[in-house]
């Protein structure tokens, strides 16, 4: 089991780009979904996130910017990322809140990683 995330890049402000990250693997169920960011020496902390059945938060810094979203079908998490700011450079993990087998607990897991870098 494992979370692929791609879709990062140079963007320059004001620009866009679409992350995609999709779980594979033996996957039972597929419980809430998120991105995640780091910042050269700061810590990682919570750009948005979406449960199974929709329902979405988002970071401050990023409200009216970004749009997460997922498709069940696919198990894969997507994020919309527009407006961007020179301040929105980092690493982007996702992560995601897997079951794998029935009556175990789910716990979670995080993709490699995947650099975004707005130049100003």
């Known amino acids: 089991v494992q979370l692929q995330a791609s879709g990062g890049g140079l963007v320059q402000a004001g620009g866009s780009l679409r992350l995609s990250c999709e779980a594979t693997?033996?996957?039972?169920?597929?419980?809430?979904m998120g991105w995640y960011r780091q910042a050269p020496g700061k810590e990682r902390d919570v750009v948005a996130t979406?449960?199974?059945?929709?329902?979405?938060n988002y970071a401050d810094s990023v409200k009216g910017r970004f749009t997460i979203s997922r498709d069940n079908i696919k198990n894969t998490v997507y994020l919309q990322m527009s407006s961007l700011k020179p301040e929105d450079t980092a690493v982007y993990y996702c992560n995601a809140d897997l079951q794998i087998r029935p009556v175990m607990p789910s716990r979670q897991y995080w993709g490699q990683g995947t650099q975004v870098t707005v130049s100003s």
């Open positions: 693997g033996s996957i039972r169920r597929v419980n809430d």
């Open positions: 979406i449960t199974s059945g929709g329902g979405t």
